[in-house]
Structures are given as C-alpha cells and as structure tokens.
C-alpha cells in the first residue's frame, strides 16, 4: 500500500506547527517565563532551543523520513528489539489525545460563555463549583457522574478531529492545519493589538521582561527550560515521526526542522505577550501586585482570563476570540496526537484508514468521558503530570540512548545532510548523545524522586499508585507484550 503523502511544504510545516503550538504555549509558557527569572529565561530557554529542541527535531524527522513509518514500525526499524518503545510513545500519545480533549472541550464551553460573561463576578468560584462541578473529595478515583454540558463539548471535539484524520493527510490534517494555523495567528495578534494599549498592560510587559539574572546560576531553571521545550514541541511521543514519514522523497528535512521549532518558540514568547499585558491590567485594575492575579495551569486561561474579559472594553467581541484561539490552538494538536495513534494501528493491523479513524477516535470518546465527570479535573491533573513529567521524559531519554549509542547518530546525520540545503556538523551528535540525555536524565532523575518521596498535589497513595504509577506500568506492560509477541510471529 502506498503511504500517503503531504501536499506541499507549507502544509507539512503548518501541521507540525498546528501540532507543536497548543494549549501549553497559551497558559504554560508565560508562567514558566515568570517563574524562572523572567528575561533571563530567555537564556537557557534558547540555549534548550538549539542544543535539544532543534537536533531533537531533526533527528524525528529524519528518522520517520528515512523509514517511512509510525513510531514503532520506525523504532522496529532502527533495532528490532525497540519496538516497544515505539508503542510506549504511541500510548502517551492516546493517553494525552483523551484527556486533552477535555480541556478543548472547557474552551468551547467558555467561547459561548464569553458572550455575555456568563461566569459572572467570581470566575474562580464559577470554574470549579457550577462549571465543573467538582466532588467534596480529593480523589480523582471517585468520579462521580458524567456532566453532560461537558461531554457534549468534548463530543464536538472529537468530532472535528475525527472528520480530520478521516478525510487522510492531504485531504483533512493538511487542510485543517492551512485553515487553523493563520486563524489562530490573526487572532492572537488581533488581541494583542488591543491588549497592549489597555492601562497597565507594559507593567505586565515588564514583569515577564525583566531580567533576574541571579537565576541563571539556579540549575532547576535550566531544568525547566529544557523541560518546556520537550513539552512544547511535540517530540518523543510519536507524533513527529508519523507527521514526517508523509513527506516526500526531496524535502529538506533541516530547514523544515528549523521553520516548526522557531515558529512554534516564537508563538510562545507572542502568548506571553498577550497573556502579561492582560494580568498587568488586572492587577492595576484590582490594585494589586501582578504577583497575586498570576497563576499557573489551568487557572490562568479559565479562572484569570475571564476575569480579565470582565474588566475589557467590548467583552463580547474578545472574550469569544480568545476562547476561540484556545479552541483552535487544541484541535490542531489533537488531530496530530490521534494521528500518531492512528497511523500506528494502519501500519500494525493493515487496516484502512477510515476502519483506523473510526475505531481510534470511537474508543477515545468513550474513555474521554471520564474526564467530564465531577472527579474529571483531579483525574486530569494527576494522570497529566504522570505522562508529561515521567512517561515523556523517559521516553525521549531512551529514544536518544538508542539512537545515540546504540545506532550511528552519524548515519542519520547523513541521511538529513544528503537531502537538506542547510547541512549540520558534529554539534548534531554531541547533542544527541550527550548534551540532551545528560540534561533530560538530571530533569526525570530528580522528579522521579521528588514524586516517590513526596507524591503529588496531596493525592492519596492508592490514587498515586493506581492512576500515576499503575497507568505507567501498564502501558509499558503492553509495549513489551506487542513487541514480544511480533517478534514470535517473525
């Protein structure tokens, strides 16, 4: 069967984009900015950008290029005894797209919600009480009921993604990412045309700005830094190895590399200018410090934004548009998320792509429900640090040991050179194989150790070991079984 291909280059690099930029450019990057010094973040942050974001980048596409695969038909290929790996980041992939899903489905809500402001003067008591209707617990096991202004949301969802991957690369991904990519650029500067010149707004500038320098010398900054850019850019679960397999024999695999992770860097540093000139004109508007209206996560584009909006100059009309930048900024990552998955199952089970999309996306929804039930927040949060703090970092880790030490890095290195405008010398290799796993297993080390000792978000021990580690241990469980049982039908 003859693999699919993209159109044009614009359209790959749009769907890479569309899959790198989401919802953590919008809400995570600012904070982390804020958090880590400030401008000086900028510093390790563009130092992670050029010694693990951009040869991480290269280094997926090139391999799922050179192979023509998904992520365990590729990592088969690079050392038959990997594949597992390959389904391990294909299961943090579906994992992610079934919990994800629920936070689109939050941004629908809110685009309607902003309309007339219905979250009222106390959006904090309004997100989490009449909204989400959390349970009096703090276990995310105890889910209670499905909340149906929820699911439908999340129904919608899915049901855009699904019309997506159905239609295939060309006719759906490629066409959705030319459409939502510009969409969610105009709107983004549209706001923050507006944003800029509203009371207090450089104030804000100036707080995610202003450089504290004394941080540079803090290693857990430069630990964040390379843990927002492995967050940011979509690597090491699959996606990206799936996206490139599409591309046609004469791409220019650098130069593509390149063009996603600086557009996606910059989308970044453009969301925390929309994102401070809004807190600092909350905090002048409140009279407070900007320190107290920040905050981080979900908070920050549910519970401060509508505040924000309360406080703007014609509500209606951008309140709905930042809301419905949030809604484009999620489909175009879950459409890349599920296509890992989906690609997958095509190049595993052989089946059409429509029998693939149907059954990936169909059981998706159904397992999606419970994160829209009264425990679905806590659920979210415990299972989302879990496969973004452990399971991520482990993955890439291994994949750069792999890749590193057990293949010739130079090969692939190569591979890119022969094809590429732009050629990479040996700072490729030094990257791969020791700058970027010395720094990811410092990062995964310590919040290994950390969560053993001290858990997380004051979750229960059954809870932890069910829903964190349980999941973890299944998932690699199933890896290894897959791998183990194609290898006796070989």
């Not at 890749?403 to 040996?426: C, H, M, P, Q």
């Amino acid at each position: 069967m003859k693999r699919e291909q993209w159109g044009s280059r614009t359209g790959f690099i749009l769907a890479a984009v569309g899959s790198a930029i989401g919802l953590g450019n919008i809400w995570r990057f600012p904070y982390m900015a804020y958090e880590n010094g400030g401008g000086a973040f900028f510093i390790p942050y563009l130092f992670a950008m050029l010694t693990a974001g951009i040869p991480f980048m290269i280094l997926e596409f090139t391999m799922g290029h050179k192979f023509r695969g998904s992520a365990p038909k590729t990592l088969a290929k690079i050392h038959a005894k990997f594949e597992w790996l390959g389904w391990f980041q294909v299961m943090i992939a579906a994992v992610i797209g079934v919990y994800y899903v629920a936070i689109i489905g939050w941004a629908i809500s809110y685009v309607g919600l902003a309309v007339d402001q219905s979250w009222g003067a106390d959006p904090n008591a309004y997100f989490f009480g009449e909204y989400l209707q959390l349970g009096d617990g703090n276990s995310p096991s105890q889910l209670g009921s499905v909340q149906w202004h929820i699911a439908i949301p999340m129904i919608v969802a899915w049901g855009i993604t699904f019309a997506a991957l159905f239609s295939g690369v060309k006719g759906g991904i490629e066409r959705a990412g030319k459409i939502m990519m510009p969409v969610l650029f105009i709107m983004v500067l549209a706001l923050i045309g507006r944003m800029v010149f509203l009371p207090g707004a450089l104030d804000g500038l100036n707080y995610l700005f202003e450089p504290d320098f004394s941080k540079l010398s803090d290693p857990t900054v430069w630990a964040a830094a390379y843990g927002q850019i492995f967050f940011t850019l979509s690597v090491g679960f699959a996606i990206m190895l799936a996206y490139s397999s599409y591309l046609p024999e004469k791409s220019d695999i650098t130069n593509n590399a390149l063009m996603t992770v600086l557009i996606n860097c910059g989308f970044s540093i453009v969301s925390g200018i929309l994102i401070f000139s809004v807190l600092g004109y909350m905090a002048q508007g409140q009279g407070k410090e900007l320190t107290e209206v920040v905050t981080a996560g979900v908070g920050l584009a549910f519970v401060t934004i509508p505040a924000a909006i309360n406080l703007l100059p014609a509500p209606y009309i951008l309140g709905p548009l930042f809301f419905l930048a949030l809604v484009v900024a999620g489909l175009s990552s879950h459409i890349s998320i599920m296509e890992a998955v989906t690609s997958s199952i095509i190049d595993k089970l052989k089946l059409s792509r429509k029998k693939a999309v149907s059954i990936v996306c169909g059981t998706g929804l159904l397992v999606s429900l419970s994160f829209a039930t009264n425990g679905g927040l806590l659920l979210l949060d415990l299972v989302d640090f879990f496969i973004n703090n452990i399971a991520l970092l482990a993955s890439c880790l291994i994949e750069l040991i792999l890749v590193g030490w057990l293949f010739k890095v130079a090969d692939i290195r190569d591979y890119a050179n022969k094809i590429s405008e732009v050629t990479i010398g040996v700072w490729f290799d030094l990257c791969i194989r020791f700058l970027s796993p010395v720094i990811i297993a410092y990062i995964f080390g310590s919040k290994v150790i950390d969560t053993v000792n001290e858990g997380y978000g004051g979750y229960g021990q059954f809870d932890l070991m069910l829903l964190g580690w349980g999941l973890l241990a299944a998932m690699l469980v199933i890896a290894i079984i897959i791998n183990v049982t194609n290898k006796k039908e070989a």
